[in-house]
Nanobody, 115 residues
Framework: QVQLVESGGGLVQPGGSLRLSCAAS????????MGWYRQGPGKQRERIAS???????NYADSVKGRFTISRDNAKNTVYLQMNSLKPEDTAVYYC?????????WGQGTQVTVSS
């Protein structure tokens, strides 16, 4: 079973930046399209970015142009660079496979955007 560990969250002012990391155990990571998801207060979890095994990316309209997803297969890690953060980006952020069947969810990392 693959384990996912997200990190890099924190408190940031509007307009600031953060870089999230997600480390996955197991070599199966390199053959899996991955996604970043977030769940805001009182909201359902949504996928906001994805990356294929060969680096193709896709973004939700809400983050397009501000967030960048990348991956390092040698390190079994996927990243999310978040720029121009807004209060509405406040959420717990998770990574997982882009499509089902997904692995067990990690604990996520909290991102709070507030002045």
């Amino acid at each position: 079973q693959v384990q996912l560990v997200e990190s890099g969250g924190g408190l940031v002012q509007p307009g600031g930046s953060l870089r999230l990391s997600c480390a996955a155990s197991g070599s199966i990571f390199s053959i899996s399209a991955m996604g970043w998801y977030r769940q805001g207060p009182g909201k359902q979890r949504e996928r906001i970015a994805s990356i294929t095994t060969d680096g193709g990316t896709n973004y939700a309209d809400s983050v397009k142009g501000r967030f960048t997803i990348s991956r390092d297969n040698a390190k079994n890690t996927v990243y999310l660079q978040m720029n121009s953060l807004k209060p509405e980006d406040t959420a717990v952020y998770y990574c997982n496979k882009k499509v089902p069947p997904r692995w067990s969810w990690g604990q996520g990392t909290q991102v709070t955007v507030s002045s």
